[in-house]
């Protein structure tokens, strides 16, 4: 088809030399091709409907339109290909793609001729296009066309083909054509495309590979010998692949590529050819070649523009002419010195200034180096400039920089010591170091770094050389370092490994004297020691509290206190987790307290239990502990165990109590007595005054009979209080263990005439091995009186019943005696019932002691007794006896 | 000397009350001299005599110490009853506890009736003196 189109384009040419216009334009107007004829300036003068349709120009009028105005800026390849086609050279078929008004992609391949007039003269160009749309969207063309883009990139050594499998249609790139040396018009097919190998091998080969890719679609890559056209025969390696399409066959496609020798090296050396030329012009450096006479060969691109010169005014020119050396003439005999040099093998480096096209002086690092040909002779001179501003501002800055450096090193209070890593000998040190050490600069070169180490252990030196060996530095590390005096003395070190020219390895230390440190941090040792051991031996529990509670320090007495060995128990925990839940929230309720009003609470009672309900009194203070900006951070608390105290308090309470109790019996007894007495001497001094003055004989025997009546009641008191004040002097009772039951039984018996008489009922529910701790004779008199007094005072409507019972109450044993008597009226009597000489009933044996002296002995047992009773229904006493003290 | 209608004397021991009857006796300062044992036979009287619009004893000599109803007890309810005149109330005790004292303070604050502390033993010249009609 291509080589159809190819004749046709021919035969236009040599239709339209020298047809009249008219018939010209008609004739172009009905071409069958898309076809324009347009001028030198690109504007369209012929073309054929076809074209105009293809492009959808119709609407518009394209006679004397140029190709800009109809297709948009067009690309510099094609404007390439346009002048070279003035030039007469028929351009490349191309490929252009094409959108048309609707966005609807159209690709066209072009093909540009010259168009000559009659007298031979190029007159433009004449543009054929064909819509290959349809071929494109064949899979079979849009694979060709990929190859053949990519062999536009190779060399002319490699060319495609396709097989149209539906046509049966094989065609070939011109490459290929020119490889297999046939003329362009000639048309392949699979046949003779096959026959082309040389007989034998290669063409078995390359017959069987196709029909395996057609049968099995394999692709292949095959190599083998080809007899041209014209009977040469070349080496070639085919490969091809066969194309699908919606899964079936439609073709193959491949290329063919010639590696006849000469072939390749050619191409090889247009490749390094290329290759030079680009290094060459895209280097940042300034090159030059030159001949041995100094005369400029070549000259690249970056020297062009840095001088502003174009190549026609270097080349050929001497090198110490150019521009931009400055005008002297030493310089210009320097520069013909050095290329004299050059000539004779000498490869020169200098650096030098060269000026801009400003004229400005540009340092630059120049060199010249000698080429050899392959006689080992020189034949030309390669000059190179390479710019050193970069490298002049950089050394500057290096130089600045080491000052500083050098100033830091000297005056640094840190000590720097340069040491070989491997031998130890120190190489240099600064200032600080030898005013540390008293070791001057003259001592370099003598010293090792064993001379100023204390000697550490064997570890530690193998653990340091590791560190140094993995890291390339060590430290910082605490050593000791010897003066030149000998004193020693504790250095903080570290120290990275650094490498010199000669691939020593150099050690950089950096020491720095913590004497100070070291001293403070002992003193700071010392006193926190201190203070560790004041609070520890305080008798007094210290802790401190965070904001929240919780303890961050405590003393020894806190820690024995809260029952723990270890800080580590107790560090990190608040109240709830040491305290009762109540206790704990009182104690955060004052921390709370403290903490945010920053005042102190001092010398609180506070109550403290324990998980295990220990109950300790404590007399706390509890101070804000304060941060560097008198801001809050916690607290510090100081408690007092007053557990003792406290305890002793009570006692003494208690003591005051009992005391202030017995001084009021006694008091009471002292009102009693006196009460007593008196009534009785009263009633003597009256009837003895009476007696005095009566005459009366019958009166006065009356009112001795009376004086005598009083004596024997004064007797009787007497022996009352006698008895009161045996029982409340009697200090040190010998209580002893009395079955309560046995005494019981033993009571009533020696009771039995008066129960007998009385019809008097005993029931005695007592527990047979009831014991109770009691003064035999007064747990009798006790007994005895409570039984008799139920039975005096009794009901004259009941017969007399006494029960007996007993109960264990905590630290006492409970003797209920309970009767059926009379009963007492408790609200009018009841704060006398134990009184003395009170009586409650109209009964002539009531004497008003019996229940005062037994209270009394009970009491004197550290017992007490209580009273129950209802009139007419009687009464219960319960006798508690106190079995612990 | 106006001779008084009615004297009573409260108190459990039988001398005092003998010495007391037989002052007065000597004396012929009362027209009827009653006696009772203790408060209670005292008091139930008493009322029943205030009940029956019968006049009331003018002096009492009451002693503290008795057996079932102690004088004290026997004044706490003497002075609830409507009594317009005013009554001698004699305290004769032979006590010096403060506590008697302070009560009589209190009892001799809270009514109209006319209430006297004397110790024992009572003199014939004491006798004169604190029987009369307050």
């Known amino acids: ?885 | 000397m106006k001779k008084i209608k009615s004297i009573c004397i409260i108190d459990d021991d039988p001398i005092t009350v003998f010495g007391i009857k037989k002052m007065l006796n000597s004396f012929e300062l009362a027209e009827e001299i009653k006696t009772y044992v203790n408060g209670k036979e005292a008091i139930d009287e008493i009322t029943s005599m205030v009940e029956q619009n019968i006049p009331i004893p003018q002096v009492i000599f009451l002693d503290i110490n008795m057996p079932i109803m102690d004088g004290w007890q026997f004044l706490e309810k003497f002075l609830t009853l409507k009594i317009e005149s005013t009554i001698r109330i004699n305290i004769v005790t032979s006590s010096i506890d403060p506590y008697d004292l302070q009560q009589w303070e209190r009892f001799k604050s809270t009514t109209h009736h006319f209430i006297d502390f004397k110790n024992k033993p009572i003199r014939k010249n004491d006798i004169l003196e604190i029987t009369k009609a307050a």
Not at chain 1, 304 to 330: H, R, T
Not at chain 1, 638 to 658: C, G, P, T
Not at chain 1, 803 to 812: F, I, N, W
Request: net charge negative; aromatic share 8%; hydrophobic share 35%.
């Open chain 1, 1 to 885: 088809m291509r080589n159809n189109q190819n004749t046709l384009v021919g035969n236009y040419n040599r239709m339209l030399r020298g047809t009249p216009t008219v018939t010209f334009n008609y004739l172009i107007k009905q071409l069958p091709t898309a076809t324009a004829f347009i001028n030198k300036k690109f504007e369209v003068e012929f073309v054929s409907d076809k074209w105009i349709n293809d492009f959808d120009f119709d609407k518009i009028n394209v006679i004397g339109k140029s190709i800009n105005e109809l297709f948009g800026e067009i690309s510099d390849d094609w404007k390439q290909v346009l002048d070279n086609c003035l030039k007469g050279e028929t351009g490349d078929k191309g490929h252009q793609r094409h959108f048309d008004k609707d966005e609807n992609e159209f690709w066209f391949e072009w093909h540009n001729i010259p168009w000559y007039d009659e007298k031979e003269n190029i007159i433009g160009v004449i543009i054929h296009t064909e819509n290959i749309t349809e071929r494109i969207d064949n899979e079979l063309t849009i694979q060709k066309l990929e190859l053949l883009h990519e062999e536009k990139t190779q060399s002319t050594i490699i060319g495609s083909w396709e097989f149209d499998f539906v046509r049966k249609k094989l065609s070939w790139c011109p490459i290929i054509k020119s490889i297999h040396e046939v003329v362009e018009s000639y048309e392949p097919n699979i046949k003779n495309a096959i026959n082309f190998f040389k007989e034998g091998y290669s063409r078995n080969t390359v017959a069987l590979t196709i029909d395996k890719a057609i049968e099995k679609g394999e692709p292949w890559k095959v190599e083998g010998q080809v007899i041209t056209a014209k009977g040469n025969e070349i080496t070639v390696i085919g490969t091809g692949k066969p194309v699908y399409k919606y899964g079936q066959f439609i073709g193959l496609v491949g290329t063919l590529q010639n590696l006849t020798p000469e072939l390749v090296s050619k191409n090889k050396i247009k490749q390094q050819e290329r290759h030079f030329s680009t290094i060459f012009n895209s280097s940042y450096q300034f090159t030059g070649i030159l001949d041995t006479q100094g005369t400029f060969i070549e000259v690249n691109k970056t020297a062009l523009q840095f001088s502003g010169l174009k190549e026609s005014e270097v080349v050929n020119k001497k090198f110490w002419d150019a521009y931009w050396w400055p005008i002297a003439d030493y310089i210009k005999d320097g520069l013909k010195e050095i290329i004299k040099a050059a000539a004779q093998g000498e490869t020169m480096r200098s650096e030098i200034v060269v000026l801009d096209k400003d004229k400005n002086p540009i340092p630059v690092d120049f060199s010249l180096i000698p080429v050899y040909d392959d006689e080992n002779k020189v034949v030309s001179l390669l000059a190179e400039g390479r710019m050193i501003k970069e490298m002049f501002a950089a050394r500057k800055k290096l130089k600045i920089s080491e000052q500083k450096f050098r100033a830091l090193y000297e005056l640094s209070p840190t000590s720097y010591i340069l040491s070989d890593f491997d031998t130890g000998e120190i190489l240099d040190y600064n200032t600080s170091f030898e005013k540390t050490t008293g070791y001057t600069k003259d001592h370099i070169g003598t010293l090792n770094v064993q001379d100023i180490l204390v000697s550490v252990s064997k570890t530690q030196i193998y653990r340091i050389k590791k560190e140094i060996e993995s890291n390339n530095a060590f430290g910082p590390e605490e050593q000791e370092y010897i003066k030149k005096d000998g004193t020693k003395f504790p250095v903080l070190v570290s120290g990275s490994l650094v490498g010199n020219k000669k691939g020593r390895k150099l050690l950089w230390s950096t020491a720095q004297d913590i004497s100070e440190s070291k001293l403070k941090e002992a003193q700071l040792k010392e006193e926190q020691q201190l203070l560790r051991t004041l609070i520890d031996n305080l008798p007094l529990n210290v802790f401190i509290k965070d904001l929240d509670s919780r303890k961050i320090l405590v003393n020894k007495s806190e820690l024995e206190y809260l029952g723990f060995k270890d800080q580590s128990e107790v560090i990190g925990k608040n109240d709830f987790d040491l305290y009762d839940k109540d206790v704990a929230e009182i104690s955060r309720a004052e921390d709370l307290k403290v903490m945010n009003s920053g005042k102190a609470m001092l010398g609180v009672e506070t109550i403290n239990i324990k998980k295990d309900g220990t109950i300790t009194t404590f007399l706390t203070s509890k101070i804000p502990l304060k941060g560097d900006k008198g801001k809050v951070k916690g607290l510090i608390g100081i408690s007092l165990d007053i557990s003792d105290l406290k305890r002793k308090e009570e006692e003494l309470h208690d003591l005051i109590n009992v005391t202030s109790h017995q001084n009021k019996k006694l008091i009471n007894f002292a009102h009693i007595v006196s009460h007593n007495l008196r009534s009785h001497t009263a009633n003597f001094s009256m009837l003895l005054d009476f007696l005095v003055s009566e005459t009366d004989a019958e009166e006065k025997n009356r009112i001795i009979k009376m004086l005598m009546e009083a004596s024997d009641n004064l007797l009787e008191t007497l022996e009352n209080l006698n008895e009161v004040v045996a029982i409340s002097t009697k200090i040190n009772l010998d209580k002893k263990s009395i079955n309560l039951n046995e005494k019981i039984t033993t009571v009533e018996q020696n009771l039995i005439a008066f129960l007998k008489n009385s019809n008097a009922l005993i029931i005695n529910e007592v527990d047979e091995d009831t014991e109770v701790k009691a003064v035999p004779s007064y747990i009798e008199s006790i007994l005895m009186n409570f039984i008799t007094n139920g039975i005096k005072y009794k009901d004259p409507m009941r017969k007399p019943v006494i029960h007996l019972s007993a109960e264990t109450k905590g630290d006492y044993t409970v003797l209920s005696i309970k009767d059926n008597g009379l009963g007492i009226d408790l609200e009018e009597h009841g704060d006398k019932l134990f009184g003395m000489y009170k009586t409650f009933h109209e009964n002539p044996d009531a004497r008003g002691i019996g229940l005062y002296i037994t209270k009394n002995q009970i009491e004197a047992m550290n017992g007490k007794v209580t009273v129950d009773s209802k009139v007419g229904k009687g009464t219960t006493f319960k006798i508690y006896f106190n079995e612990k003290n």
